[in-house]
């Protein structure tokens, strides 16, 4: 395979556009373009297309190239802006990093404001550095949802005139929750980045099963006597699903 590059211009683009050409033995008559994720262009043809008509081809196609990288600018910019921030109790934080001499091989997080300060060891590679953020944003999460699950779920437990046997966090990926009929209770930790609404909508789903242990009518008018819109909060909860990436750090 034989690999060149040419450019092609638009009024629409402050830089030419490089196009990668990938000649092919193999191929024999069709040529086409792919745009990838990283915003490489790249023109496979047979081997003894002439460049002048590969330009041509390519020209031919700058509406459509054009488009898929700015589609392509998109998603890249929602990606860094995802791995500069995290979610808490449905707000957006800034991640600030912060370097300390004091620290050795852990460190702590501390919320203020619309920020989220991660303080870390000074001269850590950035590979262990990396590491050690997740290390300590994960056992801060974990921190914040122990606290907030039980403290909602000792109220609610009272309102619904029940006693619950634990509560434990897990990182189970497939589920927000699950209870037993023991009244052991499991959340994922990450529910925590929900909005308050719908970890109560969670925690009084789970434990209206120590009442009912099914999906019953008797099970959804116990949840409706606590949360008379959980019909809303089960809807908010699909939506949240489907449009936050609970999983991008």
Not at 73 to 98: A, P, W
Not at 121 to 136: D, E, F, M, W
Not at 162 to 170: E, G, N, P, T
Request: aromatic fraction near 10%.
């Amino acid at each position: 395979m034989n690999i060149e590059k040419i450019a092609i211009y638009s009024q629409t683009m402050a830089q030419p556009i490089d196009v990668t050409l990938e000649r092919s033995r193999k191929r024999k008559r069709s040529l086409s373009i792919t745009v990838h994720k990283n915003g490489q262009v790249v023109l496979r043809a047979p081997y003894h297309t002439s460049t002048a008509d590969l330009q041509r081809f390519a020209i031919s196609k700058t509406a459509w190239i054009i488009d898929k990288l700015k589609k392509v600018e998109v998603k890249q910019t929602q990606t860094s802006t995802k791995k500069n921030t995290i979610r808490f109790m449905g707000e957006d934080y800034l991640i600030r990093i912060e370097l300390s001499p004091l620290l050795r091989n852990s460190g702590f997080c501390e919320l203020s404001a619309r920020n989220l300060y991660i303080y870390v060891p000074q001269n850590l590679t950035a590979k262990k550095q990396n590491i050690v953020i997740k290390t300590i944003l994960e056992n801060w999460y974990q921190t914040m949802a122990t606290k907030i699950f039980m403290n909602r779920a000792n109220i609610y437990a009272e309102q619904l005139n029940l006693k619950f046997q634990s509560i434990k966090l897990a990182d189970p990926k497939r589920r927000w929750g699950s209870c037993d009929k023991q009244g052991r209770i499991m959340f994922s930790w990450r529910a925590v980045m929900l909005p308050l609404e719908l970890i109560d909508y969670l925690i009084v789903h789970e434990l209206c099963h120590i009442l009912h242990f099914d999906h019953s009518k008797l099970f959804w008018h116990a949840v409706e006597n606590i949360l008379p819109d959980y019909k809303i909060h089960r809807k908010q909860l699909r939506l949240a699903e489907e449009t936050y990436d609970f999983y991008h750090f």
